[in-house]
């Protein structure tokens, strides 16, 4: 059974920044996708960015793009996002969320949509004070 769970979450002044850390277990190919999500209250829960543990050109919402970075460990079992430069609307819960059903250029060329990802952790919150 996949399992995936993030840390790293908490409270930040604006201008601040976290770093949030998921690992994964129980997936059973070597190659997938991942990537984190975040949802603020009365808000679609949207994509921040992905990557494929493979390697590839790592996505990134334009609304955090020379902000945050996406990488992984060498097991490719940790999932982190540095986030730098936070501002007050990155204030969400913050998903970790996985997949190996599609080729990454699916996951890539549709923006990384919530409905392709079928497994996700928990949630850490990340509120950004200004």
């Known amino acids: 059974q996949v399992q995936l769970v993030e840390s790293g979450g908490g409270s930040v002044e604006a201008g601040g920044s976290l770093r949030l850390s998921c690992a994964s277990y129980?997936?059973?190919?070597?190659?997938?996708?991942m990537a984190w999500f975040r949802q603020a209250p009365g808000k679609e829960r949207e994509a921040v960015a992905g990557?494929?543990?493979?390697?590839?050109?790592?996505y990134y919402a334009d609304s955090v793009k020379g902000r945050f970075t996406i990488s992984q460990d060498n097991t490719n079992t940790k999932l982190y996002l540095q986030m730098n430069s936070l501002k007050p609307e990155d204030t969400a819960m913050y998903y970790c969320?996985?997949?190996?059903?599609?080729?990454?250029?699916?996951?890539?060329?549709?923006?990384?949509?919530?409905?392709?990802?079928?497994?996700w952790g928990q949630g850490t919150q990340v509120t950004v004070s200004s």
């Open positions: 969320a996985a997949d190996a059903r599609f080729a990454y250029t699916w996951y890539f060329q549709n923006n990384f949509r919530r409905r392709d990802f079928g497994d």
């Open positions: 129980g997936y059973r190919v070597s190659t997938y996708c």
């Open positions: 990557l494929w543990t493979g390697g590839d050109i790592p």
